[in-house]
C-alpha cells in the first residue's frame, strides 16, 4: 500500500523484534511475491536456495520428496528458500523503515476495535488509539480482529491439530550433508524430522510429535518450557539417533533458538472482514506446517489485497479479495491436514499411505509433479 502512496501505520505487538524466539523460515509463493514488489533483497542474503527436498524411510532409504528441479523455466524458478527468521524479519523491518509513507509503532498490541461510517476505530493495551480508512489485522493466530468480525467464539477459536513440533536452528550441519538439501525422515511413532538448510552451512530442524502424555505434551498447551539440552534428551529418549543417520548428537546438542509449540490450525471462516476492518493471513485462515505454507499464504493474502485496495472502494476490495483467496487457502488448509496424516500418523493405514507417496513421487510423471508444485506454491493471480 506505502508503494501506492497509502499512509500506512504498522503496529506490532511484540516489543524486540529480533529477540531470541524463532528459527527458520520456508518461503516460496511469499519470496516470488516480495521479488516482484522489488523486495527480492529482504530474504536474499539471510536465505538459501533449496534444490532437492528428499525424504527418509524407517529403513534408511532416501528417495525425493519435492523434485524442485521442475520449477525450472517456471515463475518459481529461484523462489524455494528457507530463510534465518529473526535476520529476514530485521531485512522486512528495515525496508519499511526506509519508506516515507510507512509508521511503525513498536511493543502495541490491538485489543479492540470499532468503527463509524467514515473511519475504522482500534485501542491498543497502552491505552492508546488510532483510526484510519481501513485497518487489516495481521496479528496472527490470536487475532484480535476475529472476535469483532465473527463474533462466534467456538468458530473463532483455534483448534489443536494433535501434534507438537519442537524448533531450532543447527549451527553447523558439517561436510557430509550435500548442499542446498532438505530431508524429512521418518523415525516412527507418529514422529518425523525435518531439516532445511540456511546460510552458512546451518540447518532449521524441525521434530514433530504426538501430543500427549507419552511426550509429556498437553496438545491443549500453545508453548512449552525448554530447557538447555532437552533436544539432546527427546533424541536420546525416543532412540532417534539409532533410528536415522541424517542428525548427528553433536548438530542436535548445539541447536540454538529452540522452541516447543503446539500446532494449531483455524476452522473454515465464512467472513475475513466487516465494514472496513479485514483479516488476512494466521489471522483468519492458520493452517498445520505440513506444507510449509502459512507465511507464503500470508504474503500473498498481502499483496493481492494490496491490489484490489488500490483499485477499487475498500468493500468491493474486502470481497473481491475473499473471493479469490478463500478457495485457494481452504485447499490449502485440507491439504496440509491431509499431507500430515501422509507422513506423520502412527497406524496400519498411515503406513501404507507412506510408502503410496514415496512411490507417487518417484514414479509419477513430471508435468504432474510439476502442476501439483505450482498449484501449491505459486500465486495464482500473478
Excluded at 509508521?103 to 467514515?118: C, L, P, S
Excluded at 493495551?125 to 462466534?152: L, Q, T
Aim: glycine fraction near 8%.
Amino acid at each position: 500500500m506505502a508503494q501506492r502512496k497509502a499512509i500506512v501505520n504498522i503496529y506490532e505487538q511484540f516489543k524486540e523484534l529480533l529477540g531470541p524466539v524463532g528459527a527458520g523460515i520456508g518461503l516460496n509463493g511469499g519470496a516470488l511475491c516480495l521479488s516482484k514488489l522489488g523486495y527480492r533483497h529482504v530474504w536474499e542474503d539471510v536465505a538459501e536456495q533449496i534444490h532437492h527436498v528428499n525424504q527418509v524411510s524407517p529403513s534408511g532409504n532416501i528417495s525425493r520428496m519435492f523434485p524442485l528441479d521442475l520449477l525450472k523455466n517456471t515463475p518459481m524458478e529461484g523462489h524455494f528458500i528457507c530463510a534465518r527468521r529473526d535476520l529476514f524479519i530485521r531485512n522486512l523491518f528495515k525496508a519499511m523503515e526506509e519508506n516515507p509513507d510507512v509508521n511503525i509503532h513498536i511493543g502495541e498490541k490491538a485489543v479492540n476495535f470499532d468503527q463509524t461510517k467514515d473511519e475504522a476505530l482500534v485501542s491498543f493495551e497502552s491505552g492508546i488509539k488510532d483510526s484510519a480508512e481501513v485497518i487489516v489485522c495481521a496479528d496472527g493466530i490470536h487475532s484480535a480482529g476475529i472476535d469483532y468480525i465473527i463474533r462466534d467464539e467456538e468458530l473463532a477459536a483455534a483448534k489443536h491439530t494433535g501434534h507438537c513440533v519442537y524448533y531450532g536452528i543447527i549451527p553447523d550441519i558439517g561436510r557430509d550433508m550435500p548442499d542446498k538439501t532438505g530431508y524429512e525422515i521418518d523415525v516412527g511413532g507418529g514422529c518425523t524430522i525435518m531439516t532445511m538448510p540456511l546460510p552458512n552451512r546451518e540447518a532449521m530442524i524441525a521434530v514433530c510429535h504426538p501430543g500427549n502424555d507419552d511426550w509429556h505434551s498437553d496438545c491443549r498447551k500453545w508453548s512449552f518450557k525448554v530447557h538447555d539440552g532437552e533436544l539432546h534428551e527427546v533424541f536420546t529418549e525416543h532412540d532417534f539417533y539409532n533410528r536415522q543417520s541424517i542428525i548427528t548428537p553433536e548438530m542436535v546438542m548445539n541447536t540454538y533458538r529452540l522452541l516447543h509449540l503446539g500446532v494449531f490450525e483455524k476452522q473454515d471462516l465464512p467472513k475475513w472482514h466487516k465494514g472496513r476492518i479485514c483479516m488476512i493471513g494466521d489471522a483468519c485462515h492458520a493452517m498445520s506446517p505440513f506444507l510449509g505454507q502459512g507465511a507464503n499464504q500470508a504474503i500473498q493474502d498481502a499483496y493481492l489485497l494490496a491490489e484490489f485496495l488500490d483499485e477499487m472502494p475498500y468493500e468491493q476490495a474486502f470481497q473481491a479479495f475473499y473471493d479469490v483467496r478463500h478457495p485457494t487457502v481452504k485447499r490449502l488448509v485440507m491439504a496440509s491436514d491431509g499431507f500430515g496424516y501422509l507422513r506423520i500418523v502412527d497406524s496400519f493405514f498411515g503406513n501404507i499411505a507412506r510408502n503410496v507417496m514415496r512411490a507417487g513421487t518417484k514414479y509419477a510423471p513430471d508435468k504432474l509433479l510439476q502442476l501439483m508444485l505450482m498449484k501449491t506454491m505459486a500465486p495464482n493471480f500473478l
